[in-house]
Structures are given as structure tokens and as C-alpha cells.
């Protein structure tokens, strides 16, 4: 089944900075990859996703890069602001099983 | 259109008792999934089901656990004689045609803790 790795658990940074988060993947037959941004005792929600015949998604200050061959998605955040501080998760969809397999998070935190 | 209804959202048991949570998917899905999701962990997949139909239980524990999703009514998650170790949040998610074909909405979660 597909295994996904998510980098790093905890990451903090300057409001205004940029933030970085990496997933990597293992079953090369995933073509769908979202991420999702949950806050403390909320629902996770979808915040932008690519599929696998693209190499580049922008959604204002969102976005994300895909490179199939390393088998790795990344997630960028640019001039982050407070409200951007939660849990954010990777997912990837492989040939088997139609669920979404998830990675363990990375908790962004915005320093003021 | 309402979102995904989980209920309850707060469950408190007892070893050994069983513990039920429900599901209805936003109007109009026919795929649900549930996720289970520990303090600090990401969001493990259990079981996807379409109406009537279990079409991948393979994160679900053998022991325990079922699911269904009848043709009327919510889906509903079983955990039969519940230990502590079951403690945790679990998440429902729907979609109008599968997981690969775009997003999953997510219901608030349904937090059982096992006493």
C-alpha cells in the first residue's frame, strides 16, 4: 500500500516568512495529491491539490510543487500570516485502495 | 446543503462496552470513509464504503470493529467491547465519486474516550 512521509513535525516561523513543508510518497501509481489544514478541534479541510500530469499549483499565497520521479510533494506558504498556524497535512491516492492515505502533520506555528 | 453530520461528537464509554458512531454524508455523496486520528498523529485510514457496499476495509482492525453504510440512513462506525487504547478521534469524510477524483469533506469527528 502507499506510505506517506511528512517533513518536519513542528515547524515555527516569523509572521511574514515563508514556510516550507515536504511529503514523499512510495507507490508511483498515486496521481492525486491533496493537502489539508486542520485548526485545534476542527475539521481537516482541503486548501489546494494537484494531480499527477501537473508539476505546479498556485492559489495566492498557496502552493504546491510535484516532482513524480523522487516521489515528492511540497507544500509553500508565502507571507504567512497568525491565522495560518494549524496542522497541515499531505495525502496521496495510490493504484490500490481508493482512500486517501495521509501523513502524520507538520504544526505550523506563525511567530507575531 | 449541510456539511457531513458527524454525531455524537463526544462519546464516553467503558471497557468493554460498545461504542456507535454515526455518519451522513453531505447530499448527494455516495462515497464515505472513516479515519481514525490519535493525539498528534495524522489521520489513519480504516474502511471506505458506498451505499451497501464495503469497498476497502483494510485499515480497519479484524477484531471489533465493522461498518456499514445501509441504503437508507447514516453510515454508522461499530467498535464492539472497547479498550483503551480506542480512545481517539474519528473522522468521517464523504464525496460525490471517490477519493481520487477530488476533495473529501470532513464531518467535526466524533471523540471517543474509554474509561
Known amino acids: 500500500g502507499e506510505n506517506v512521509e511528512q517533513h518536519p513535525s513542528t515547524l515555527s516561523v516569523q509572521e511574514g516568512d515563508s514556510a516550507v513543508i515536504k511529503c514523499t510518497y512510495s507507490d508511483s501509481a498515486s496521481n492525486y495529491f491533496p493537502w489539508y489544514k486542520q485548526e485545534l478541534g476542527k475539521r481537516p479541510q482541503l486548501i489546494i491539490d494537484i ?12 502552493a504546491v ?6 516521489k515528492h ?27 486517501l492515505t495521509f501523513g502524520k502533520g507538520t504544526h505550523l506555528i506563525i511567530q507575531p | 446543503n449541510a456539511g457531513v453530520m458527524q454525531n455524537p461528537r463526544h462519546l464516553v464509554r467503558r471497557r468493554g462496552q460498545e461504542a456507535r458512531l454515526r455518519c451522513s454524508p453531505m447530499k448527494g455523496h455516495s462515497h464515505v470513509y472513516w479515519y481514525r486520528q490519535l493525539p498528534e498523529e495524522g489521520l489513519k485510514f480504516m474502511v471506505y464504503l458506498q451505499k451497501e457496499n464495503i469497498i476497502d476495509e483494510s485499515g ?26 480506542d480512545s481517539a478521534a474519528y473522522f468521517c469524510a464523504s464525496s460525490p465519486s471517490g477519493a481520487r477524483s477530488g476533495e473529501l469533506f470532513f464531518g467535526e469527528g466524533s471523540r471517543l474516550t474509554v474509561l
Request: hydrophobic fraction near 30%; include cysteine; aromatic fraction near 8%.
Open chain 1, 51 to 62: 494531480r499527477s500530469n501537473v508539476g505546479e499549483k498556485k492559489d495566492q499565497r498557496i
Open chain 1, 65 to 70: 510543487t510535484l516532482n513524480k520521479t523522487a
Open chain 1, 73 to 99: 510533494f511540497s507544500l509553500h506558504i508565502t507571507e504567512t500570516q497568525p491565522e495560518d498556524s494549524a496542522v497541515y497535512f499531505c495525502a496521496a491516492t495510490g493504484g490500490g485502495a481508493d482512500g
Open chain 2, 60 to 85: 480497519m482492525p479484524k477484531e471489533r470493529f465493522s461498518a456499514e453504510f445501509p441504503k437508507e440512513g447514516p453510515s454508522i462506525l461499530r467498535i464492539q467491547q472497547v479498550v483503551r487504547g
